[in-house]
């Protein structure tokens, strides 16, 4: 079965740089976009980054663009998000997320802290 395994969250200071990684699992990682989501206490959960399965093409959330770059190894598995210029409105619990089968899958988020 499909399964997203998220790491690399924690406490970081205004201005800081943090790399989340997730690992996938039961699919055919190479050929499906994978997506980075963030949602915050009391807000929605909202789309941060996308990339297609080539690599080469993504999409941003305006808040995020210049300050974070999604990436991924189709070799791995793994697809990661690389946040540098850390605001505090960053903090929230970030999610994998890809769709297959019709079906949204996500992982079990991994809490991202910005904060002095």
């Known amino acids: 079965q499909v399964q997203l395994v998220e790491s690399g969250g924690g406490l970081v200071q205004p201005g800081g740089s943090l790399r989340l990684s997730c690992a996938a699992s039961?699919?055919?990682?190479?050929?499906?976009?994978m997506s980075w989501y963030r949602q915050a206490p009391g807000k929605q959960r909202e789309l941060v980054a996308r990339?297609?399965?080539?690599?080469?093409?993504?999409n941003y959330a305006e808040s995020v663009k210049g300050r974070f770059t999604v990436s991924r190894d189709n070799a791995k598995n793994t697809v990661y998000l690389q946040m540098n210029s850390l605001k505090s409105e960053d903090t929230a619990v970030y999610y994998c997320?890809?769709?297959?089968?019709?079906?949204?899958?996500w992982g079990q988020g991994t809490q991202v802290t910005v904060s002095s």
């Open positions: 997320n890809t769709i297959y089968s019709g079906r949204n899958y």
């Open positions: 039961g699919f055919t990682f190479y050929n499906y976009p």
């Open positions: 990339i297609f399965s080539s690599g080469v093409t993504t």
